[in-house]
């Protein structure tokens, strides 16, 4: 064996739901050769034995959906979300060099790695669907930084919205101003699929498309046969590679808009937000085996409801995700899967709505099927790969140490993970990371974000918004 972890509160997440007191794990080869109480596996042979009593061993928490870019944009506009979204289009296409994107990724990699999250999906870009597709440059970046820190990611590219062309200023080598066709953006993808797609087992590439409001983004200007070009040449794609389809912002009437005039729905396909969905919509994701990504602490959903519940009950497939890391929610699952339970629960005015368990397998289990990846990941089993974290439960809004699963999915967060294990690598350890220089990471993102406030002019919106104090409403 390569690890031997025990002493542990083992939360398998197996098709049993087991709970190990006084539980062990053996890893050989990046994989879980054994899971069962310390002292069936005491005869194990190990290069070492951790000893994790006092702690809660749990699968890698799964993130499914999340934006690069966002992580140094954060709360610029101070809570203006049209100053924001403005920002985002000036940033991303404009402002943005690939160092701002290497920067980006290691910032909030480094956020996820540290909360937990050992596999997370990440837009390139954002916005108003502002993706940067005008050079593989740009998710070459992204996937370097995530491939030294060491998590599991699957990285979304998809042309913007039409009208094509779009422009983009690129800086690598002096201010230079491009314009990029749809067949351009189109080339972009394919390339970053063949880069990176299936790399090391651990970064993965699938397509996305903006969602289409028919009431607003279908008229004279881009009729609805621009928008099937689109869709059609993003379907020969998947075909061709056999990624995943994303969409971020559904919401009342999108989704079944998207299976009568796209046919992109599928087993294949997940969808973020999905808020205000009708009967019809929640029965077409059943049937269609789509799969859904709830954002509860998203704006979006301060707007409108996912009907996670319903979906749940239909037979549908929903997992978790941040939408981080802005402009007012960060990468830590703990939050989002503790907010999940408030949010629903409020809704029905019922404390029994959603117990832990249930949010448990949204962000574990439930999440790897969502991505086609619950045969590797999502429980701890034997076979599968060992992405484990362990929770430091030494702890006073801990303790006492008792129904440990209960008190971890009420009172903790993010920064109470203390080791986290990816293919059976230790990426952290005592909360020290052992793949990056976290002060350099934290630096270099700052540096790139001084930068991408000159090349934007948007200081203006670092000041503290008229409203902040003394009053209830902005």
């Known amino acids: 064996m390569d690890l031997l972890i025990t002493g542990a509160t083992v939360v398998t997440v197996d098709p049993q739901r087991r709970i190990i007191d006084d539980g062990a794990v053996a890893i050989r080869h990046g994989r879980i050769a054994a899971v069962g109480a310390s002292a069936e596996l005491a005869h194990h042979e190990a290069r070492r034995v951790m000893d994790a009593r006092r702690k809660l061993v749990l699968p890698g928490l799964i993130d499914g959906h999340g934006h690069a ?76 930084a995530v491939e030294q820190l060491g998590i599991r990611t699957v990285l979304a590219v998809g042309p913007r919205r039409p009208p094509f062309p779009h422009r983009y200023i690129r800086w690598e080598r ?26 090391d087992g651990r970064l993965h590439v699938c397509l996305i498309l903006p969602v289409v409001h028919p009431e607003r983004h279908v008229n004279e200007a881009t009729p609805l046969a621009e928008w099937r070009e689109q869709a059609d040449a993003v379907r020969e794609l998947l075909d061709q590679y056999g990624v995943l389809f994303h969409q971020d912002g559904h919401t009342r009437g999108t989704i079944r808009y998207l299976h009568d005039q796209f046919g992109l729905t599928g087993p294949k396909s997940f969808f973020s937000h999905a808020t205000g969905l009708t009967g019809d919509e929640i029965a077409l994701c059943a049937q269609t085996d789509s799969r859904i990504v709830h954002n509860p602490s998203a704006v979006a959903s301060m707007l409108a409801r996912c009907p996670v519940t319903e979906l749940i009950d239909a037979g549908a497939t929903v997992m978790l995700g941040s939408d981080g890391t802005a402009p007012d929610r960060s990468y830590d699952m703990f939050r989002h899967m503790f907010q999940c339970m408030r949010y629903h629960r409020y809704h029905f005015h019922d404390a029994d709505v959603l117990p832990p368990g249930k949010v448990l397998e949204m962000a574990t289990i439930d999440a790897a099927r969502g991505l086609g990846l619950d045969h590797e990941i999502g429980s701890l089993e034997v076979g599968k790969r060992a992405d484990i974290i362990l929770l430091e439960m030494a702890k006073p809004h801990l303790y006492p140490l008792n129904m440990p699963l209960y008190r971890a999915l009420y009172f903790a967060n993010g920064a109470d993970v203390d080791t ?40 203006t919106l670092l000041a503290t918004r008229e409203g902040f104090w003394g009053r209830t409403h902005y």
């Open 420 to 459: 986290v294990i990816v293919d059976g690598r230790i990426l952290m350890e005592n909360r020290r990371v052992q793949t990056v220089d976290e002060a350099g990471v934290l630096e270099y993102a700052q540096q790139e974000t001084e930068t991408m406030l000159d090349r934007a002019g948007l200081r």
């Open 69 to 144: 870019g966002h992580g140094l944009v954060k709360t610029l506009g101070g809570d203006d979300g049209e100053a924001w979204y403005r920002a985002c289009e000036a940033i991303y296409a404009g402002a943005s060099s690939g160092d701002f994107w290497h920067a980006e990724a290691l910032l909030t990699t480094l956020e996820r790695l540290k909360a937990g999250t050992t596999t997370g999906v990440s837009l390139l870009g954002g916005g108003d669907s502002i993706m940067r597709v005008d050079d593989t440059l740009f998710a070459d970046r992204h996937m370097r």
């Open 174 to 199: 002096g201010r230079r101003e491009v314009t990029v066709s749809l067949a351009d953006q189109l080339a972009v993808c394919e390339d970053t699929i063949r880069r990176w797609h299936g790399r």
